[in-house]
């Protein structure tokens, strides 16, 4: 395998930026052997080399990112480790029960996986916590599907809690929301640090993380060999935790989808503003359109800030201009404004765009691809909790070990095949853009 196209991460996400300078990446410029190398740095990645690193106490362990970690889309998402149904695809999120129910136990082995990592790292609750989240709705429609959610949740046996319009207030200082569905069980992340902190803890001198280190050629010689620019890895085993970038290394074609979303964040408010704004310190919503707006408030590093993350496009390429980053910006301001008109005059300080890998059918790209070749790809809009849940997998299935969760994880099937190039474009494009139409006030 040749690989020529390298990831596209346009703009500069504020996840990372408004951390400390990390330290200079460990790049590699040698030959080296391992027992096991994972290429990719997200949330799928780390999660393999941590289970691997379980499984095989004594085993020699290669990580290759191909730029520094948490500038890639395990730092460009919204921070929403989700462990309920989150059906991107559905007007509510939810689907058929006993799938959802299903989903939802493995989301949440991914979280109590996340959590002990967090935990034996020494991460602090901006990094993880697990602080659940609000589904919030701002119109008719909108307070509808919240309802239809807050339904389906008591169908499942699920602890929920439908808010009125003086609570969602009372949470984020605007009046612009109807109502909200809070449930407990969701993460949030600061999913820059997080990532990082994880990647810190795992490093010692039987794992080794090289960043800024891009494969470049991945070819099997009895073992498995990795050429990077400067250097080669050699193994016998590879877990392949690339997302949507599985097309490059020559897996799954015709059957990922390539989509782009876009945030932009705020600049650090100030005492006079943060006393306008009001509410709490600290919270996550997700629409109750799944083509609406996300939106944040952090606390901590950086200061307190709004982030906003709405508007898709579909790149079967893998890359956007930066300009496309600016006019989708466009939307977020309005977004903003609209939601928080006390804040006139906040300007966003950053703005990016982040990479999705969904697939026709909602089935990730998992499995023995080639022989000792492991993918843990196509999250389907759930990375982190899904990314994670994959890479535990795929080191379990290549160790393996015949577990219930890789069962289960295994039982959802494989990526369907897309129709033509010139009818996926058109039928995608056409569907996302009646979908943020059809969200009206929730974008």
């Not at 990112?65 to 149904?85: C, H, Q, T, V, Y």
């Not at 699920?158 to 605007?174: P, Q, R």
Request: charged fraction near 20%; glycine fraction near 12%.
């Amino acid at each position: 395998m040749k690989i020529t196209q390298m990831p596209c991460d346009p703009g500069v996400t504020g996840w990372n930026a408004i951390l400390p300078k990390a330290d200079a990446p460990q790049v590699l410029e040698e030959k080296c052997k391992a027992d096991w190398l994972v290429i990719g740095g997200g949330f799928a990645g780390l999660a393999a080399v941590r289970r691997l690193g379980q499984l095989h106490p004594e085993a020699r362990i290669v990580l290759l990112e191909a730029k520094r970690i948490g500038e890639g889309p395990a730092g460009r998402n919204s921070g929403f480790m989700i462990d309920l149904p989150h059906d991107l695809a559905s007007e509510d999120y939810g689907g058929a029960l006993e799938k959802d129910l299903a989903q939802t136990r493995l989301n949440r082995r991914a979280i109590a996986f996340a959590t002990e990592m967090a935990a034996e790292f020494g991460l602090s609750a901006e990094a993880f916590a697990r602080s659940g989240k609000t589904n919030a709705a701002a119109s008719d429609k909108g307070h509808q599907h919240n309802l239809d959610y807050a339904a389906h949740l008591a169908e499942m046996g699920e602890a929920h809690e439908v808010l009125d319009a003086a609570a969602m207030k009372a949470l984020t200082g605007s009046d612009y929301y109807r109502s909200g569905v809070y449930t407990p069980g969701s993460a949030m992340l600061q999913p820059a640090l997080f990532v990082r902190g994880v990647a810190k803890g795992l490093s010692s001198n039987r794992v080794r993380i090289f960043e800024n280190t891009p494969v470049v050629g991945l070819e099997r010689r009895g073992d498995w060999v990795a050429t990077t620019p400067k250097g080669q890895v050699t193994a016998p085993k590879v877990i392949l935790a690339v997302n949507g970038h599985a097309n490059s290394f020559g897996q799954f074609k015709g059957r990922l989808l390539h989509v782009f979303l876009y945030g932009s964040m705020t600049r650090a408010l100030t005492a006079d503003e943060i006393a306008r704004l009001g509410g709490k310190a600290r919270w996550g919503l997700t629409p109750s359109d799944p083509m609406g707006s996300t939106v944040r408030r952090i606390s901590g590093t950086g200061g307190d800030r709004i982030i906003m993350r709405n508007r898709v496009t579909y790149d079967p390429s893998l890359k956007v201009p930066e300009a496309r980053v600016t006019a989708m910006g466009r939307t977020h301001d309005k977004s903003l404004a609209a939601r928080f008109p006390m804040l006139k005059g906040v300007e966003m300080e950053y703005r990016w765009g982040g990479r999705l890998c969904l697939s026709w059918n909602g089935a990730p790209a998992l499995g023995e691809v080639e022989e000792d070749l492991y993918s843990a790809c196509c999250q389907n809009g759930l990375g982190l909790a899904r990314g994670t849940l994959h890479g535990m997998a795929m080191a379990e299935m290549a160790s393996g070990l015949g577990s219930e969760m890789v069962g289960e994880v295994m039982a959802q099937g494989e990526p369907s095949r897309l129709p033509p190039m010139p009818f996926t474009i058109i039928g995608a494009n056409a569907t996302m853009k009646w979908g943020e139409w059809k969200a009206g006030r929730e974008l």
